[in-house]
């Protein structure tokens, strides 16, 4: 079984919806839980950061973390074509200490808006 | 601030070349990280460093070596380079304490023919 699990999609909607991105996970240690939005041949950049369970509204952006079910979510509310990327979600046992902040990702969830 | 620059942007090897793909950063990061992208993959650690002179294994080390004389730069060495390490290389840093974010640089495309 992988560490943190992703659906690679590809996932394409109509301008305008609502779009949900999930991963699971298995290391109940990870504390730290990140979503990375990736444009094609460019590097990752960070999107949202949620420490431990619970909701982060940023603008049309919404992150969930369960650590009960050990599942996450990113929501776009209100798509716009240049939401089109693959979204990565991330995380960390811890942000500094003996983890040195390694990181642990999905596999990407390839995302078009169309208009 | 350039951020994170990596070169070259694309490269062509024989099996059995090697090469040295470059990462510099001008943040004064301590801790920088080397990953491999495969396509349906996500992002797999190779080599992390947590200062100058410090280098440790991640998850994909074999085939790969590295090196941090310097706070700035981080090479990752390939020896031998076999079609397996075809891939998108991409480097990375972060500042030292309670930080999340990793800054990316642009990538290095190379394939191993």
């Known amino acids: 079984q992988k560490e943190v699990e992703q659906d690679p999609g590809p996932l394409s909607v109509p301008e305008g919806a609502i779009v949900s991105l999930n991963c699971t996970y298995s290391n109940s240690a990870f504390q730290y839980f990140m979503w990375y939005r990736q444009y094609s041949r460019k590097g990752p950049e960070l999107l949202m950061y949620?420490?431990?369970?619970g909701n982060k509204e940023d603008g049309r952006f919404t992150a969930q973390v369960d650590k009960s079910s050990k599942y996450i979510s990113l929501f776009i509310r209100d798509s716009q074509p240049s939401d089109s990327a693959t979204y990565l979600c991330?995380?960390?046992?811890?942000?500094?200490?003996?983890?040195?902040?390694?990181?642990?990702f999905g596999q990407g969830t390839i995302l078009t808006v169309h208009p | 601030n350039a951020g994170v620059t990596q070169t070259p942007k694309f490269r062509i090897l024989k099996i059995g070349q090697s090469m040295t793909l470059q990462c510099a950063q001008d943040?004064?990061?301590?801790?920088m990280y080397w990953y491999r992208q495969d396509p349906g993959m996500g992002l797999k650690l190779i080599y992390y460093?947590?200062?100058?002179?410090?280098?440790d294994k991640g998850e994909v080390p074999n085939g790969y070596n590295v090196s941090r004389s310097t706070t700035e730069d981080f090479p990752l060495r390939l020896e031998l380079a076999a079609p397996s390490q075809t891939s998108v290389y991409f480097c990375?840093?972060?500042?030292?304490?309670?930080?999340?974010?990793?800054?990316f640089g642009p990538g290095t495309r190379l394939t191993v023919t």
């Open positions: 943040m004064n990061h301590n801790y």
């Open positions: 990375a840093s972060r500042r030292t304490g309670v930080s999340y974010e990793q800054y």
């Open positions: 991330a995380m960390s046992a811890n942000a500094g200490g003996t983890s040195y902040g390694k990181l642990t």
């Open positions: 460093s947590v200062g100058a002179g410090i280098t």
């Open positions: 949620t420490y431990s369970s």
